[in-house]
């Protein structure tokens, strides 16, 4: 008896101890789960309403969500390049709103540094809202709601601070929470499979965390497009978004340098790159593969990497975002 309790200890420590090395483990893990950002809800509330509102367009046709689809796009659209007022055709892809609030610096080439100084390019944006402040509020101060709304958030009434910094806090809110692959983070290692573990690991071996890491899997880094082979001398353009950051800094070592995506929700936004020139996922991979690591990444690789990807959306208002893999419908 005394000896199947010494055994049982000797069990339960081996637990512990597998516990207590194993999160010690991913305490150094590249990646980190996403957490809840505290936010003022009456600001929330006002942000909401005016990220739905298409008065924030020149000509009342389109709202933030036209480019940004919560429901049926994973924060994007889906589109190669979106289309603005009158139909213009912008310069990029589309980039996902949710998790935003993570990334150290917003658009492609981080010209706004913030989610309340993102609000201005959209607004002003040619391609995009077409508006100005002054039209805006002119069509939004005499609304009784919004005056409801802003009044415990804008001491000063609802104002274009008023309505940036509300959007923001909105926006604060679009976190894909507890994925399946922050929950094996947080110690559940069963949360994700073999397979999908064994797609992580490629996803380190092979160097992919060098740019996409962090919180956001992304978002917190610049890179050139074209490490290892060049990108635009295979894919021309004449567009002067192809140059990134370099249109910010004017620095020549920034040219066809971007914000490194994030990959939380990538299973859910194609198509990829910042000209969305990739519908599909493996091909975006081997060209990865390709341009920013020198090497080509076997389709078997691709592969298990795809099923680590996954395991990245996680759970917006109660919903998993986390789509049903290819051939298991
Ligand atoms: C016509 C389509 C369109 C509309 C409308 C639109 N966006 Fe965007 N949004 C885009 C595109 C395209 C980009 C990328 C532009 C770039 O990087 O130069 C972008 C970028 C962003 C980003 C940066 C994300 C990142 O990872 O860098 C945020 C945040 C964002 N939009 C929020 C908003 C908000 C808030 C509104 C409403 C006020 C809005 N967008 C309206 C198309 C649109
Ligand atoms: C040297 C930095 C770097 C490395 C290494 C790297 N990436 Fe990227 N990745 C980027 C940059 C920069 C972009 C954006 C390119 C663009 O469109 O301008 C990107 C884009 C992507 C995209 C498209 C995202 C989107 O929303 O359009 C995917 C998917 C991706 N990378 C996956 C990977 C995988 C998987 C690996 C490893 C095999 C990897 N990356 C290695 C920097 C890197």
């Given at each position: ?223 050139v497009l074209g490490v290892m082979a060049n990108y635009f001398d295979d894919f ?20 066809h ?34 341009y ?38």
């Amino acid at each position: 008896m005394l000896k199947f309790y010494a055994k049982l200890c000797g069990v339960w420590v081996g637990m512990l101890w597998s516990q207590v090395a194993w999160s010690l483990d991913l305490s150094i893990e590249p990646i980190q789960p996403i957490q809840v950002i505290n936010t003022n809800p009456a600001k929330v509330s006002l942000g909401k309403k005016l990220f739905f509102d298409t008065r924030l367009s020149h000509d009342n046709s389109i709202n933030c969500a036209h480019c940004h689809d919560l429901t049926h796009a994973g924060g994007a659209d889906h589109l190669k390049y979106s289309f603005g007022v009158e139909g213009r055709e912008g310069a990029v892809n589309s980039p996902t709103v949710f998790n935003a609030a993570l990334n150290f610096s917003q658009f492609w080439d981080g010209r706004a540094a913030t989610l309340e100084e993102q609000v201005n390019g959209s607004v002003n944006n040619h391609a995009e809202m077409a508006s100005n402040w002054e039209e805006i509020l002119r069509k939004l101060q005499p609304d009784k709601d919004y005056q409801k709304l802003a009044a415990p958030v804008c001491k000063q009434g609802l104002d274009a601070d008023c309505i940036r910094r509300s959007i923001a806090e909105y926006e604060k809110t679009l976190l894909t929470l507890d994925s399946r692959f922050d929950q094996y983070l947080r110690g559940h290692e069963s949360a994700i499979t073999a397979e999908e573990k064994h797609g992580y690991h490629l996803f380190k071996l092979y160097g992919c965390v060098a740019c996409h890491q962090g919180r956001n899997v992304g978002g917190n880094l610049y890179q050139v497009l074209g490490v290892m082979a060049n990108y635009f001398d295979d894919f021309p353009s004449n567009d002067k978004a192809s140059l990134g950051r370099f249109n910010v800094t004017g620095d020549e070592e920034d040219k066809h340098k971007f914000k490194v995506p994030s990959l939380r929700l990538v299973v859910l936004t194609p198509p990829y790159f910042h000209d969305g020139r990739i519908e599909k996922l493996d091909e975006t991979i081997r060209s990865m593969g390709k341009y920013q690591l020198g090497r080509q990444i076997p389709d078997q690789d691709i592969a298990s990497i795809i099923h680590f990807l996954y395991t990245l959306p996680g759970i917006y208002q109660g919903k998993s975002l986390e789509p049903v893999k290819q051939g298991q419908e």
